[in-house]
DNA sequence: ATATATTTGCAACATTATTGCATTTGAAAT
DNA sequence: ATTTCAAATGCAATAATGTTGCAAATATAT
């Protein structure tokens, strides 16, 4: 599906920044921070109009948020529309910073107190990816 | 065990913000932010050294900190030095935003890539507290 | 009581994120 | 093609959060 087939479906505009954030985005296949996303066109857009592209983008459920344990966001595309089981997995690589989306691959059980509602859970691991687990 | 039996334990000086923090946090049975912990004092002590002070207590591994999807940050303290699991799972009230550690009462399982190595797992429920529940 | 490494406060700065408002633009209707 | 208008963008200002360097104050070992 093309970005512009991709916004079309989501009821939004087909402009210049949702098209840039959402091409780099297809391009990787890890998730990116802000600065990753801008990293081969700096100024292309004002900061304000990116933060609110990726807030918009969110918001229609077509990107997601990571938030990782050092404060750190990155986002990336939800290729899972289907699936909605409000569990979102992710790896962070302590060493390249990689973050790669886990979704079907991890389980998870919790035992709440009485009376508590649990919607969504995020999970976050921290350690070592396979290219820099060999290179150390 | 009282603040200053803690900070000599582990080493560190009895200096005032130091006790200050240990003791807020020793009142409280959920975790809380800077801000939340300096609500009854809020210029008592210096924003770096409010800083810097989370920063020596969680380092030393007396508190930990719990980032949470909204880029919120709350501490608690670490009362689990016995059962070094690596799995440090929270629930988190959409409601009225308080933080609960729910150690032990959580399971995880991942099916990571080959050759990846998992090192620590960060767990956030989203969810409703009983109280918060029964008022809604 | 003294010595000294550590802690603290202050000033400055960096990064990340938000708000209001005027201008521009996508795309629907004519 | 042109007009229209809500939506998106850029700019300026501001807020919140976190860091660094350095001088002054302080905890504690001697």
Not at 114 to 125: A, K, S
């Amino acid at each position: 599906m093309t970005v512009e087939e991709l916004l079309h479906k989501y009821d939004l505009k087909n402009t210049g920044c949702r098209k840039f954030i959402l091409g780099e985005m297809l391009k990787s296949d890890t998730a990116q921070s802000e600065n990753e996303l801008k990293e081969s066109y700096p100024d292309l857009f004002d900061r304000v109009t990116f933060y609110r592209t990726l807030k918009t983008l969110e918001e229609r459920g077509i990107i997601h948020k990571i938030v990782l344990n050092d404060n750190s966001v990155k986002y990336a595309l939800s290729r899972h529309h289907h699936e909605d089981n409000h569990l979102h997995s992710h790896f962070h690589c302590e060493k390249c910073d990689e973050v790669l989306c886990l979704r079907g691959k991890t389980q998870f059980e919790a035992e709440l107190p009485q009376g508590f509602i649990m919607n969504e859970v995020f999970v976050v691991i921290e350690g070592v990816c396979a290219g820099c687990g060999i290179h150390s």
